[in-house]
């Protein structure tokens, strides 16, 4: 009777740290997926630029969109997706992501000058010249530094 109260028990012993080698494999798998997918802002934008001069707009447009995911606070990879926006006549969307290049990084004078564009397309001419004037603004600072 002994012998099966510590068979039993040695089972339960044995389910619960199969349990945890379980476990642990597939916390190891977790992590090596996304290790091995954990891509920079920077490689995504390389990637869209290579995707859109290749004209494969929707996938330079996923590539953006990553390196927003990749990095939420980096200027460049909102400027981008705003310029394949722009390119794709998804001016709304463009204009957003212009705007928060711009809140990101205000000395930044290309997102004023592109943005400038879009409302002059959008026939919002107003708001273009006051565009055009910031990126002249930024530019002439920046030629100063």
């Known amino acids: 009777m002994l012998y099966f109260i510590a068979l039993s028990s040695l089972r339960k012993k044995v389910n619960i740290m199969n349990y945890y080698i379980k476990k642990f494999y597939f916390v190891l798998l977790i992590c090596f997926l996304f290790s091995c997918n954990n891509k920079t802002a920077e490689e995504h934008i390389n990637n869209g630029i290579k995707q859109t001069e290749n004209q494969q707009y929707n996938k330079a447009l996923s590539s953006f969109k990553k390196a927003i995911e990749a990095e939420p606070d980096n200027a460049l990879a909102h400027y981008t997706l705003a310029g394949i926006y722009t390119y794709m006549n998804m001016n709304e969307e463009a204009i957003n992501e212009f705007k928060k290049a711009i809140d990101l990084d205000p000395s930044y004078p290309d997102p004023h000058y592109s943005i400038g564009f879009v409302y002059e397309k959008l026939g919002r001419i107003e708001e273009a010249k006051q565009e055009y004037k910031n990126f002249d ?7 100063h530094k």
């Open 137 to 143: 603004n930024l530019k002439n600072q920046e030629g």
